[in-house]
């Protein structure tokens, strides 16, 4: 992160802004709505701008430029078209520890405007830092149209209504819930629907009517998906930014683990093979224990929960104890990571079932039924199977899978650096003694293997990116 989000209060603090054209104006413009004191230093003054410093208690020089005029000022902006200038501008403020702009010169500056989205006194500021300033206003553009304008008033209700509220409950997860009900339930809709009087009487209801006790805990089972954080669902998401707490697996991304809620408490519980950094009998007592104190628990796991997530074991034991949950699916493996390799798990041609099988049984053996899984017209997908890669091919094999059949390995599949080997059941163990991939990863066996070269969209696109850029 190249710059730190931080939002001034100007109201009634003074700001320099160096320069009297129509850049300087633009910026004026924004300074003015903080309810700053701005002053323009400018050897000419654009009348728009004269008259907007005459409206909003500015004052405006015209004259040279002196550092005396950083004199208990609270950020400095530079908007001229002299170098020399702007360069002494920054200097002078540099030394004195001021924040300063240089317009369209991210070298020259220590703070940056961001494109706003004003829904006072909601306000998000979105800021490439300089880089992608068209992209920057694409993105406040999308912002505009999903944020109606009643997030205005609606900021204004909770905002009157904050002292009541920590009146009633003792805790912050108490208020929090309160507030969460509130804005994200009927209140809101009728604040949104432009009915402001209906919407305070609702809201002095639903305070009225509140349990000021400790509110029942809950757990969200949540999948996470093979790891682009682009495919994870509104509702994982939502219930991400919703959590108390995170518990989270190895195999979910940091892409995905941004998403969470900057204040959750975040637990890593990941397990990889022969290395459990908390056994699973703990694992399921956290949950009970979080819920019990009457937290927002997320279980985040990669892929499916219910798919070789021992996502049914947690919930017995939430049963057990009477803790109420839910379960948010999530993209498995074997469906994301075939699709991005470019292997589809059915084909008219080649498949007419999947089949989703553990490399890893209990024991941490590969100790399964070989010969219904080496049958023709099928797909079949072996999670965590890379270490037994060897002894998975020779047993198919040997259950009367032809040694020809196509098979290959996925690792790392939605990622960037995701890699994908093919080969046959009778190479695939040797090309990965070369190549290496790492785990995570999966085994697909099948005649669908064929089509990957055929329908390699990920790495077509990826190359294609490179091309473009080239």
């Known amino acids: 992160m190249d710059y730190l989000p931080l939002f001034f209060k100007l109201e009634n603090r003074n700001a320099l802004l160096v320069g009297g054209g129509q850049v300087a104006l633009r910026k004026a413009r924004m300074l003015v709505r903080t309810k700053a004191i701005v002053t323009v230093i400018s050897r000419e003054i654009d009348p728009q701008l004269a008259e907007l410093l005459a409206d909003n208690n500015g004052v405006a020089i015209a004259g040279e430029y002196d550092d005396s005029l950083l004199d208990d000022k609270l950020l400095v902006t530079a908007a001229t078209d002299d170098e020399a200038l702007n360069k002494q501008v920054y200097q002078d403020a540099v030394a004195r520890n001021i924040p300063v702009n240089v317009v369209d010169n991210p070298a020259l500056c220590t703070f940056v405007f961001p494109a706003i989205v004003d829904r006072s006194p909601i306000v998000i500021a979105i800021s490439s830092g300089g880089k992608a300033p068209v992209l920057v206003r694409v993105l406040r553009a999308k912002l505009e149209t999903l944020i109606p304008?009643?997030?205005?008033?609606?900021?204004v209700l909770a905002g009157s209504f904050r002292d009541r509220?920590?009146?009633?409950?003792?805790?912050?997860?108490?208020?929090?819930?309160?507030?969460?009900?509130?804005?994200?339930?009927?209140?809101?809709?009728?604040?949104?629907?432009?009915?402001?009087?209906?919407?305070?009487?609702?809201?002095?209801?639903?305070?009225?009517?509140?349990?000021?006790?400790?509110?029942?805990?809950?757990?969200?089972?949540?999948?996470?998906?093979?790891?682009?954080?682009?495919?994870?669902?509104?509702?994982?998401?939502?219930?991400?930014?919703?959590?108390?707490?995170?518990?989270?697996?190895?195999?979910?991304?940091?892409?995905?683990?941004e998403l969470c809620r900057r204040d959750a408490d975040l637990v890593f519980v990941?397990?990889?093979?022969?290395?459990?950094?908390?056994?699973?009998?703990?694992i399921n007592q956290m949950l009970v224990d979080h819920a019990r104190k009457g937290r927002r628990v997320v279980r985040l796991k990669g892929g499916d929960p219910f798919i070789f997530g021992r996502g049914g074991e947690e919930l017995q034991t939430l049963r057990e104890q009477g803790i109420p949950f839910q379960v948010v699916p999530g993209i498995t493996a074997a469906s994301a990571c075939s699709t991005y390799a470019g292997i589809p798990l059915t084909h008219r041609d080649f498949a007419q079932s999947v089949t989703f099988v553990t490399g890893q049984q209990k024991n941490r053996s590969s100790e399964l039924d070989f010969a219904p899984l080496a049958r023709g017209n099928q797909t079949?997908?072996?999670?965590?199977?890379?270490?037994?890669?060897?002894?998975?091919?020779?047993?198919?094999?040997?259950?009367?899978?032809?040694?020809?059949?196509?098979?290959?390995?996925?690792?790392?599949?939605?990622?960037?650096?995701?890699?994908?080997?093919?080969?046959?059941?009778?190479?695939?163990?040797?090309?990965?003694?070369?190549?290496?991939?790492?785990?995570?990863?999966?085994?697909?066996?099948?005649?669908?293997?064929?089509?990957?070269?055929?329908?390699n969209w990920f790495a077509q696109n990826a190359l294609l990116e490179i091309a473009d850029q080239a």
Not at 149 to 155: D, P, W
Not at 395 to 410: D, E, F, N, W
Not at 412 to 418: K, N, P, W
Request: charged letters at 20%.
């Open 380 to 455: 079949v997908v072996f999670y965590m199977g890379l270490h037994n890669l060897a002894d998975i091919c020779t047993k198919l094999v040997a259950a009367g899978q032809s040694a020809q059949t196509p098979a290959a390995i996925v690792s790392r599949g939605t990622a960037v650096d995701q890699s994908v080997l093919v080969g046959t059941l009778e190479t695939l163990v040797g090309q990965q003694a070369t190549a290496q991939l790492p785990a995570p990863a999966l085994i697909i066996v099948g005649q669908v293997v064929l089509l990957q070269e055929q329908l």
């Open 270 to 282: 990941g397990k990889n093979r022969a290395n459990h950094a908390v056994e699973q009998g703990n």
């Open 165 to 257: 509220v920590k009146a009633k409950f003792a805790t912050i997860n108490q208020r929090r819930s309160f507030w969460e009900t509130v804005l994200q339930g009927q209140v809101a809709e009728t604040m949104l629907a432009g009915r402001e009087q209906d919407a305070y009487q609702l809201m002095e209801k639903k305070l009225s009517d509140a349990d000021a006790k400790m509110p029942a805990g809950e757990v969200y089972l949540v999948g996470a998906g093979p790891g682009d954080p682009e495919l994870l669902t509104f509702k994982a998401l939502r219930l991400m930014q919703q959590a108390d707490v995170v518990l989270y697996d190895a195999l979910v991304s940091k892409e995905v683990m």
């Open 149 to 155: 304008n009643g997030y205005s008033k609606l900021a």
